[in-house]
T-cell receptor, first 115, second 110 residues
């Protein structure tokens, strides 16, 4: 099976712009989660989508939003970019089936630099 | 207090050494425990996954969980330069909420 894919891999934006990141989960996986990773804060949970619905949300401002499509692919959008949004954005997928023991698998990430 | 505490290191060891990485947690709701390895500029890769107290071995890697002490460890035997990476511990509740440590940076010196 192909792993989780994310596009683009690298992005450079300026303050005030907006950005859209894309994630394709492992085939058959229905849940997609997004994380922000920075050296100081580590991995911080943004939100999780399942069946096109946001299931959980982390403690991020409303500038961060996402959506999921019927094929489970997901996009994340950040509006009015700030310097502090520079980070590695990771997408993770899991099957979200009945097994409570399942875990999640990460994509390679999109590295965003805000100037 | 953070839900998951992990010593950030950095940790530097000679090739062939035994490495011990540790995390502590405070939430009794955590029932599933994972270790991820993350190479520079890559996404985290699942290394070990366990859900019961005790040891789980996979090649040179052993994951240990002590639920009574709320403490998990990852041991790497015969460490190799290719093991140089950041190691993240992660924990999950039955409700599929994931929490991560901040990661320990490991360098294995040839």
């Amino acid at each position: 099976k192909a792993g989780v894919t994310q596009t683009p891999r690298y992005l450079i934006k300026t303050r005030g712009q907006q950005v859209t990141l894309s994630c394709s989960p492992i085939s058959g996986h229905r849940s997609v989660s997004w994380y922000q990773q920075t050296p100081g804060q580590g991995l911080q949970f943004l939100f999780e989508y399942f069946s096109e619905t946001q299931r959980n949300k982390g403690n991020f401002p409303g500038r961060f939003s996402g959506r999921q499509f019927s094929n489970s692919r997901s996009e994340m959008n950040v509006s009015t970019l700030e310097l502090g949004d520079s980070a590695l954005y990771l997408c993770a997928s899991r099957s979200a089936g009945l097994a409570v023991r399942e875990t999640q698998y990460f994509g390679p990430g999109t590295r965003l630099l805000v100037l | 207090q953070k839900e998951v505490e992990q010593d950030p290191g950095p940790l530097s060891v000679p090739e062939g050494a035994i490495v011990s990485l540790n995390c502590t947690y405070s939430n009794s709701a955590f029932q599933y425990f994972m270790w991820y390895r993350q190479y520079s500029r890559k996404g985290p890769e699942l290394l070990m996954y366990t859900y019961s107290s005790g040891n789980k071995e996979d090649g040179r890697f052993t994951a240990q969980v002590d639920k009574s002490s709320k403490y998990i460890s990852l041991f790497i035997r015969d460490s190799q330069p290719s093991d140089s990476a950041t190691y993240l511990c992660a924990m999950k509740t039955v409700g599929n909420q994931f929490y991560f440590g901040t990661g320990t940076s490991l360098t294995v010196i040839p």
